[in-house]
């Protein structure tokens, strides 16, 4: 079992930033590459980053691609994303997700673990 548990959602401007982390716990978290998705209002939950176990490869989606960065620390295995330059399109609940391969884990149903969510509201 991973528990995932995130922190750091609110209330932002358009322009701004924010860091959204996850702490992974369990027996196994440290072998689990880390993940994170959104689901706006009435659509559906899409992927958003990834880290593999070691912290050195990531992804991020096309959407967010040169404002959003995905990162690791292996000493604790929290995740953490950067989010910066905030669009009004980017609110959404955001989770944080587990899976052991991480070559996978963009896909919703390849995911073993979910975090609950933590809602990010972007304002123009």
């Known amino acids: 079992q991973v528990y995932l548990v995130e922190s750091g959602g609110g209330s932002v401007q358009a322009g701004e930033s924010l860091k959204l982390s996850c702490a992974a716990s369990g027996r196994s978290a440290n072998w689990y590459a880390l993940a994170w998705f959104r689901r706006a209002l009435e659509k559906e939950r899409v992927f958003v980053a990834a880290v593999d176990r070691t912290g050195e490869n990531t992804r991020v989606a096309d959407s967010v691609s040169g404002r959003f960065t995905i990162s690791r620390d292996t000493t604790d295995n929290t995740v953490s994303l950067q989010m910066n330059n905030l669009k009004p399109e980017d609110t959404a609940v955001y989770y944080c997700?587990?899976?052991?391969?991480?070559?996978?884990?963009?896909?919703?149903?390849?995911?073993?673990?979910w975090g609950k969510g933590t809602l990010v509201t972007i304002s123009s």
């Open positions: 997700a587990a899976d052991p391969h991480y070559t996978n884990i963009h896909s919703e149903v390849a995911v073993d673990y």
